[in-house]
């Protein structure tokens, strides 16, 4: 792609990559967006940790339904061959290793896979992690959807994490506005730049060492 | 004749006492007993423990416990949200004590206290400042953190059905922390929209067996279902949008 | 009751004793027969380790369901408001303390509550424990029926089990076809004797300091 | 399309290599996957570690699994039965090898495999010899001792009807070990009476959601139902006594 992408041709973008027949979850805010953009005709099942498989999309403004909610609290649907369980045994699914797959937000990703998504350690904020740090050592594959860049410029992606850890050595790939990076076992690897970036540019911006 | 329903949704708090650990069923507002928490306010008891998985969003349920002042201290995962402004406020004036614990390990002690676990390794919260101090092990080649069974002296949750055993059904994502709530309490009172024949439930079908409950409180059927069966909506801030034909979502 | 009681008139005897809306596993063999006798009109809730709560009695012989059996792999039938569920929250029930009574067969009782019901020690015999250990350890309260003799003659209360233990310290009372007694701090009580023995007899019979 | 339906049940055990743990769910017959069986039987395979409540009655499934010569270990809590012949002469005669294990830390490890729990403390086995040399600790007035997960290469199950996700629900006390096995293996594979179409099943009442089960095979109508009803007898030792009306148990 010659321009950076929108967020939701990022969405589409990880959608394409996710194989048919995987039982993927979605973490809270842009990563849901990724259910939008299921290719026609592949059946991807979806998982949300407040203990359903078989999520469907947002319902109609008239058709919400209370009781069928999603992990950020809003309203879902329910799709065929859907089935609903409770918490304990929903967080059995994550923390065994039964999802294939999850795509979570980030602060930060460390060029050994360390995730920081929970918590900026800000002084007077109130903290919450829910089931970030589940998801995390779970699932076969964490996946991050982020922008490279936070609001203050400084990139998400670094040597080290300077945020509180969701966990150790979690992330296998993170889908970022400017590129779509692996981690290795030699750090960051880039698959795929977007707006025409190289990647020595993309050195220069992120201070990063980048592999091949 | 064994019957846990109760008609009086008082007397079926009444005997939570001051201090006490209550846990509170519901993700959200889905399964939360907004009715048992209302009853427990008007019960007026006070230092008590909730364990939630969140800590309350507008000003009612969980919220409205803790604006009368009747909370010590919140275990929860995800105190967070848009509209948790209650709990927000009391935490940064340090009115209520706060103990975070990642959602899984919150359900999986839970569990673990009514199956009868001393503890268990865990492997989330390893290598997070959330299991710092906690003690650590290495099993095969993963890490893993022990953590404990989390009891209370009652659980409050919400369900769709209940016969006069106390054997429940739930609806949909409701279903959430209700069924391992119910296990790791001394005393579990149910708030359910109808009460049903015994034998009405289908035994293959029952998630919460009447062992588990002590107390059964029908509370009227949600206003977005008729009849049993969904009509339309409720819109997140608490707004109802009838439909003009009933339509199964 | 001036004579000995028959096994069939012990586990009425039992059944008397277990209250209104008690929650109740009964162990393989003649604690089975509690069942049949549960006075009119009272309602007793029968737990089954292999899975369900609202177990009933045997079915006619041209009604067997091989999906529907107890613990000792005998058919059984269903009762209004019962629930299957599997063996880890079969278990769980009962690890997790919420059955209020069990009655178990045993080898040996000892004057502190040790229970011996799952092995003799014999060399070359097939060893097998299923689920005693668990209500041993597990129900609110341990009762023991049982003879009070052996067929070697031998007496089945004792001070100190020399059978391998099921659990220590957990039975509360023992019905047996001469007495029936609670375990104290002080060792074996006499609550009532069969057929008219005086407790000196029994001390007499069994070797054991019973207390009042 | 998802579908974990499989015509053939050959090609359904064929992955399972030689020296494999193998769970099998059942409790005594109720449950137990005949049909698997003796497809893994026909399969060939040797040297197999089975994990199971019991070991074996009678000649068919297990016991003859075991006779066949296949089985090097038996991991269960109850391998004596009144008709548990087959096992009882290979134990005597130093041929299986036997782990004894009290049948809740079966159960409860085997779910602790599933979840992802690295050990727990157990409040059953301590004191007795079943409990000899493993870690024990007081956590708060009781005493409790270690046990780790059993995990295995392949469960095979029994249910009553399946979807092409693998959803999954069990016919009354025949449920048994199904749903706990299915999570615990590498690959699960289920057999049922019948396949329903996708959404035939009530998502509040599925026991073992499709993510746990990896292959479906339908072994169709067991003998003693017509039309998805209890029709009344089939004795323990197999033979089927017809009713001539239908009825429900």
């Known amino acids: ?90 967080f059995a699914m994550m923390r065994g290793g039964h999802l294939d797959l999850c ?64 966990a150790p050595r979690c992330v296998k790939r993170i ?38 | 004749m064994i019957s846990k329903i109760r008609t009086n949704i008082r007397d079926a708090v009444a005997h939570i006492p001051d201090g006490a650990t209550v846990m509170i069923g519901g993700f959200g507002r889905a399964g939360q007993p907004i009715e048992l928490i209302d009853a427990l306010i008007e019960h ?12 309350g ?37 340090g009115e209520v004590e706060l ?5 899984g390990n919150l359900a999986e002690r839970i569990r673990a206290a009514g199956a009868g676990i001393g503890a268990f390794f865990s492997p989330t919260g390893v290598g997070t400042e959330l299991a710092a101090g906690k003690e650590h092990r290495a099993i095969g080649e993963r890490e893993y953190v022990l953590e404990y069974p989390i009891h209370a002296d009652a659980a409050l949750i919400s369900a769709l059905h209940a016969d006069r055993y106390g054997n429940l059904v739930y609806r949909k994502t409701g279903r959430n922390f209700g069924p391992i709530m119910a296990t790791a309490a001394t005393i579990t009172i149910a708030q359910v929209d109808t009460c049903v024949e015994l034998g009405a439930l289908d035994p293959e ?23 049993g069966r969904f009509v339309g909506g409720t819109d997140p801030t608490g707004i109802t949008l009838p439909l003009s034909t009933k339509e199964i979502c």
């Open chain 1, 1 to 90: 792609m010659r321009r950076l992408p929108t967020r939701e041709e990022l969405a589409a973008r990880i959608a394409e990559d996710i194989p048919e027949g995987a039982v993927v979850n979605l973490g809270i805010g842009a990563p849901t967006l990724v259910a939008n953009f299921i290719p026609e005709g592949r059946e991807i099942i979806f998982h949300t940790e407040n203990g359903m498989l078989g999520m469907g999309p947002a319902p109609s403004a008239r058709r919400l339904d209370p009781d069928l909610i999603n992990a950020g609290k809003q309203p879902v649907t329910e799709r065929a061959g859907a089935a609903y369980f409770h918490h304990a045994d929903s």
């Open chain 1, 103 to 166: 795509v979570l937000g980030a602060f930060q990703v460390s060029e050994n896979g360390d995730l920081a998504n929970w918590s900026t350690g800000q002084p007077g904020a109130v903290p919450a992690v829910g089931g970030a740090m589940d998801l995390a050592v779970g699932a076969k594959e964490v996946y991050v959807m982020t922008d490279l860049f936070a609001r203050s410029g400084e990139p998400k992606l670094v040597n080290t994490c300077s945020y509180p850890l969701t």
């Open chain 1, 175 to 212: 889908y970022t506005d400017h590129a779509i990076f692996d981690v290795t076992r030699h750090g960051f690897r880039v698959r795929e730049i977007f707006g025409g970036l190289s990647p020595h540019d993309l050195e220069a911006r992120t201070g990063l060492k980048l592999h091949d």
């Open chain 2, 44 to 55: 007026g008891v006070r230092d008590l423990t909730i364990v939630s998985n969140n800590a």
């Open chain 2, 57 to 93: 969003s507008g000003d009612t349920g969980i919220a409205a416990l803790l604006a009368a002042g009747r909370v010590r201290k919140v275990v929860c995962s995800f105190p967070r949200q848009s509209d948790s402004w209650v709990f927000d406020r009391l935490y940064r004036a």
């Open chain 2, 99 to 103: 103990e975070l614990v990642p959602q």
């Open chain 2, 205 to 227: 079908s029952i998630v919460t067996a009447g062992i588990f409950v002590d107390h059964v409180v029908a509370v009227g059927e949600r206003s977005w279902l008729a009849d």
